[in-house]
């Protein structure tokens, strides 16, 4: 036993013991001896203050005004690959306009805007290789968008039609795609955040140079599965970057009601991850910290911890009206004073790298890409019913093929009360 203990002692002690230590109260054999910390004694009954961690402070590369505040933390990226972001973002918001009016209008069932947070799903997008996994929580469409996903898949999905890769089983804003690498979305908060931590567990045992990138909210790091995922991943020492957004709200809920503690950086620490809080709003700010997270997530097969902090100018989604949780004025800053599209001009208007006469002719050229991709999805016919019933089994159990069935015969029976006409047979 004695053996045993002195092991641990040297395992968590590399090295010699502090001469100071020797022969007193905190010699070896007065240390603790737990395996559950490797800490010291202490007389002071003292409890730790929760702030002891307050004021983790946000990482930043650009100010408001997009300047770059040190030379070396300038990504140095190439002016195409900076227009690419630019495009990448104001393609999204735009986007989000279209979609967001067509579900006012009921031509879609639902729908969430990016809002605010096009800093922090194209400057992490851009970081990744494209091969690495990710899994998203719901409000990351940049990510996807930045990849290549085309228009006319986004609008298929959310209008459900024969196009979709779901083939319309899934409401609005569910996207998936293998070949992009990303994991396709599920409403339940924090699913994906163990399921993540299991695929980069995975890929560390194949031994493949990948990272698993894994957002998620502010208010689903509340869930139980948010403890389970950061613990299971630092104690495999899974290669992947928890990436958190937080934009201040879960739905109605504000982060002043969500939390106690310095938000969710101040956790990481808590769980053995390698964290750091950016400022989500700048993109080249998302993008160094992102690449270097998962440069070492791969080399050395650590998780880390990344909290951008944004905010979500939007409603939650069409389902809720966020004034009567939070003022107009609130919004405003961050619409007009504060916002990752215009902080990004700035700097491109700086380098003369973008002008007035660019903006305009690009809005247009952009706004009448999603518009076709929009009509040509809507023209789109609906999948047919019956495959609500494939997919799920490799072999379709008795009741379902009956339940099928009942659909094609209720079908033949009362379809003239359906729009069958807009559905494939
Ligand atoms: C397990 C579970 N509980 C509740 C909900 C309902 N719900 C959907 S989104 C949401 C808020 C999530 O907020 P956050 O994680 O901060 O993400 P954000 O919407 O701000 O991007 C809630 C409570 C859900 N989908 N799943
Ligand atoms: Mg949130």
Redesign the pocket.
Known sequence: MAALRALRWRRRLPGLVPRRLRGTAESPEERPQFPGASAAFSDHLEFIQPQVLAGIPVYRVMDRQGQVLRASEDPQLPKEEVLKLYRTMTLLNTMDRILYESQRQGRISFYMTNYGEEGTHVGSAAALDPNDLVFG?Y?EAGVLLYRGYPLELFMAQCYGNARDPGKGRQMPVHYGCAERHFVTIS????TQIPQAVGAAYAIKRADASRAVVCY?????AS?GDAHAGFNFAATLECPIVFFC?N?G???STPTAEQYRGDGIAARGPGYGLLSIRVDGNDVFAVFNATREARRRAVAENQPFLIEAMTY?IGH?STSDDSSAYRSVDEVNYWDKQDHPISRLRLFLERRAWWDERQERDWRKSSRKMVLEAFEQAEREPKPPPRLLFSDVYREMPPRLRRQREELERHLETYGEHYPLQHFQK
Do not use: C, T
């Not at 409403?187 to 924090?190: E, K, Q, R």
């Open positions: 929580q409000r409403s339940p908060l924090a998620f909210g502010e208010g689903a869930e957004r934009n709200y879960a739905i979500r939650h």
